[in-house]
């Protein structure tokens, strides 16, 4: 039986990555209002501290811990010390992303190299160290935040969008070998969300029109629903996904993107 159905959300517990901005700060504070204590990881310190402080002035039960995806001793380290503190995993959010922007002729080695490390290895890391404790209890859930870009090609993103489908196909390879154990593995793809990283993609005022037309030169349709999501659509549907709501759901993708991939992610 899944850990996650044997204790109420006051006592359960999530560690979610990219936990300083973004995507990754609306998850924390969404499932820290539904009562679940969360491990609040980044390696932006400064950054997380910040965020910890204003959940922890509304009264929610976050604590932030400083560790890199990329480097798997710092993550088995800061996984035995959540764990030590806090007490067993029940859920794993894999949030931390890089984007770098650029076509393929012109990308240099770091550019694919660091966009993998992020993407693909750190989800692979944290993975790896928190469903092994999570096969000797018998159950828990994980989410990783791919993107519809994993199954849309994309102009300018083929690093990331190369990223995010490994890490989508790890996920779901993860969750057949584990299914066993009462653990779930499902994906939460997103399309344009109103973030930094989508912010940094634009070049002046037009970049949300220009995001919400679509741009038929570079093969990119627009979003039908006319609007950008917002941090909080895709955090809810993490929280879905982890939820006892959606006890019977795992290798799944499901994207929130305003149907901007027409159905194909």
Not at 99 to 116: I, P, Q
Request: some cysteine; overall charge negative.
């Amino acid at each position: 039986m899944d850990s996650a159905h044997t204790r109420d959300s006051e006592s359960r517990l999530a560690l979610v990555t990219g936990a300083a901005g973004g995507i990754g700060a609306a998850v924390v504070r969404t499932l820290a209002e539904q009562g679940v204590h969360v491990a609040a990881v980044d390696r932006h310190a400064g950054r997380l501290e910040e965020e910890a402080a204003k959940l922890a002035a509304d009264g929610l039960p976050v604590t932030a811990f400083a560790a890199d995806v990329t480097d798997s001793t710092a993550v088995d380290a800061v996984v035995d010390r959540i764990e030590q503190d806090l007490g067993p995993v029940d859920y794993l959010v894999n949030a931390a992303g890089v984007l770098r922007l650029g076509e393929v002729t012109a990308y240099t080695d770091d550019d694919w190299t660091s966009t993998f490390a992020v993407n693909t290895t750190g989800v692979f890391h944290l993975s790896r160290a928190v469903v092994s404790r999570m096969v000797r209890r018998g159950g828990g859930a994980v989410v990783t935040v791919a993107s519809n870009a994993a199954a849309t090609p994309r102009t300018g993103m083929a690093a990331y969008a190369a990223s995010k489908a490994a890490a989508e196909m790890f996920t779901k390879s993860l969750g057949l070998e584990v299914a066993r154990h009462g653990i779930r593995c499902n994906i939460v793809a997103p399309g344009s969300t109103d973030t930094p990283m989508l912010s940094s993609m634009w070049h002046d005022d037009s970049g949300p029109r220009a995001t919400l037309a679509g741009n038929l030169d570079a093969f990119r349709v627009g979003i039908p629903l006319g609007k950008l999501a917002r941090p909080n659509d895709i955090a809810d549907a993490v929280a879905y996904l982890l939820s006892d709501r959606a006890s019977h759901i795992t290798l799944h993708t499901l994207t929130v993107d305003g149907g901007a991939a027409l159905g194909a992610a």
